[in-house]
């Protein structure tokens, strides 16, 4: 094993001429060798051809930059798969990403649609207004009242509420 490292390194020394820099960037798990680079580990894979033709397929539709990443990518995806098998509770990334999508799309559609009620309602009280000449007071002790009557309904004003209780 000596002789072996002794051998190893001359060999090196003689290609870079200093083996600490070369040496430095490798790493030994369970006899076999990695090279490290800042945030990544190369290894080998071995993996079937058909399964390496699916990773050259999609990788680009998934938008990434190559195929280590999608690799990278779907081991993350298949880890969670896992996870939520061994603990019910675990909502992998993608579910919870799909939802604040579904969720944020309905927000802009419900902001939407609440702007084009604004609207219409101010048109509605402009023509309100233009029609029938109301005094400061009136409009408050009609706001006051109105007030009172969304909070006894709980926000469920209807128009058939509205004239009983005009009627009332």
Known sequence: MVERNIRKRAVLQGLSGN???LKKGWM???GKKYRINED???FTLSIPPETMQLARNYYQI???GNISEYIGKAIEFYSGYVANKKTPNYLPTIVISTLKNILAC????????LYRIAVELSVLLNII???NHFSKEEVRELRESCEEEVK???G???LDDAVRWQNS
Do not use: P
């Open 19 to 21: 083996y600490e820099k």
């Open 28 to 30: 030994r798990r369970m």
């Open 40 to 42: 990544r580990v190369h």
């Open 62 to 64: 998934d938008d990434c």
């Open 106 to 113: 309905s927000d802009d559609r419900r902001g939407a649609q």
């Open 129 to 131: 207004a233009a029609t």
């Open 152 to 154: 006894r309904l709980n």
């Open 156 to 158: 469920t004003l209807r």
